[in-house]
């Protein structure tokens, strides 16, 4: 169901102590702009995004929120100075997360920060996500790959997401912090605790859930700076960063546990999701996976599409600054505003036959829309490259037969981190 709606425009733009504006009317001074339903929107976001990318350049929530849709207009304004990122105190109080350790971590995330503090927490970080560094651990995020295969590999059958695609990337971040195998279970367990909290809250969503995971994780950082820092254990790179950081009076010690603990969030979920994507897609239209197993470029090429065909990030959330004008259309001042990459990246006017999993396609940009733009583009876009391309060809080397035991899995949400089901399949 589809409407339109005009207000009185709102002068007050939104402070971080302020309700925000998008739970008020919109208002803009031009075109109307059209208001879709949010059920609608979870139930077929790419055909309702297909219906309406073409007739107008953004669409309206019934909270506010508005969407962005096309390609031209998602990757100028993730540049555009008029959009920032959303304070993370505003966002925890949005999502009704008390006070605490899941509070803490949203409202000093660098996920949720702008202008100086999103610069400080985030350099150090840079120097360690850089895409030479990353490359070095290609080898160990292979053997992490084999290993998780070999546990499961005599089974002959398994729910590749659980078996798999959530182990692989808190294993790989674990590791990354010099943390003992041992603790990767638990680690692991603790990840998928807190990270709806990045997501659109659901129904019935578990906070104590969420906040116990937040607990735990940054407890556990807290002790693994702790002991780096004591000469206790030898600190690995990303330690090692951190405590410079802290060292130079850039960082308290309680923000650099918060970003570490927001990498590891964001490194994990959306790398889960995008392992069973690029695997499902490639299973259900019968790939050699023999092609796969030594062929980087092919392996680089199927990870490319499989993130635009279907991305783990269906959009990202910004608040409008300043009034912006899109073909006629004004989103006032002080707005959340979504900017849909989930719409973007099967956007005709950017993609041919954009509705289409075509792994030799010709029209990829260098900077995958996938990882967001400007300064907030993802920082772990090298590492979770590098997880998947190095995660299917491991599984096309030790399961050259592996071919679905059920449906493809499916994939839900059209904003934030997406949802995923599970993945049947046989070898």
Not at 187 to 203: D, E, G
Request: charged share 25%.
């Amino acid at each position: 169901m589809t409407t339109t709606r005009t207000a009185p425009q709102d002068d007050h733009p939104t402070t971080a102590d302020q309700q925000p504006a998008p739970f008020l009317e919109l208002s803009p001074s031009g075109e109307p702009i059209p208001v879709v339903s949010s059920l609608d929107l979870e139930r077929d976001p790419h055909g309702l995004f297909r219906q309406w990318r073409s007739k107008s350049p953004v669409i309206q929530r019934e909270d506010g929120a508005c969407l962005v849709l096309r390609a031209d207009d998602v990757e100028r304004l993730l540049n555009d100075p008029r959009t920032q990122q959303i304070d993370g105190a505003l966002y925890a109080r949005m999502r009704g997360v008390p006070p605490g350790p899941l509070f803490d971590l949203l409202a000093t995330s660098v996920l949720l920060s702008e202008g100086e503090a999103h610069r400080r927490r985030r350099a150090p970080l840079s120097r360690t996500f850089a895409f030479r560094a990353i490359e070095s651990l290609r080898d160990t995020v292979r053997t992490a790959a084999e290993g998780l295969i070999d546990g499961f590999e005599a089974d002959g059958a398994a729910d590749l997401v659980q078996a798999f695609c959530a182990p692989l990337p808190p294993l790989v971040m674990s590791q990354l912090l010099g943390a003992p195998a041992s603790d990767a279970q638990e680690f692991a367990r603790a990840v998928y605790k807190v990270s709806p909290a990045f997501a659109p809250a659901l129904p019935g969503e578990d906070m104590d859930r969420m906040v116990d995971g937040a607990r735990w994780l940054t407890d556990y950082v807290k002790a693994r700076l702790a002991d780096a820092a004591s000469g206790q254990t030898p600190p690995a790179a990303l330690l090692e960063d951190m405590l410079a950081a802290i060292g130079a009076g850039d960082l308290t010690e309680a923000e650099a546990a918060v970003q570490i603990v927001t990498l590891i969030i964001g490194a994990s979920d959306t790398t889960r999701g995008a392992l069973a994507v690029q695997v499902s897609l490639l299973a259900e239209r019968g790939a050699d996976w023999s092609d796969y197993g030594d062929n980087p470029e092919l392996a680089r090429a199927a990870v490319a599409e499989a993130l635009r065909f279907e991305p783990p990030v269906g959009s990202f959330p910004r608040f409008s600054t300043e009034a912006i004008t899109l073909d006629g259309m004004v989103i006032p001042a002080g707005y959340l505003v979504s900017l849909s990459t989930l719409s973007a990246m099967r956007d005709p006017a950017r993609f041919q036959d954009p509705d289409t999993f075509l792994i030799n396609r010709q029209d990829h940009v260098r900077w995958h829309m996938a990882f967001g733009a400007g300064v907030h583009r993802c920082i772990g876009e090298a590492l979770a490259r590098l997880e998947l391309e190095e995660g299917l060809m491991a599984l096309c080397r030790k399961l050259p037969g592996l071919r679905l035991a059920g449906p493809p899995v499916k994939v839900e949400g059209y904003a934030g981190i997406r949802r995923i089901g599970q993945l049947q399949v046989t070898w």
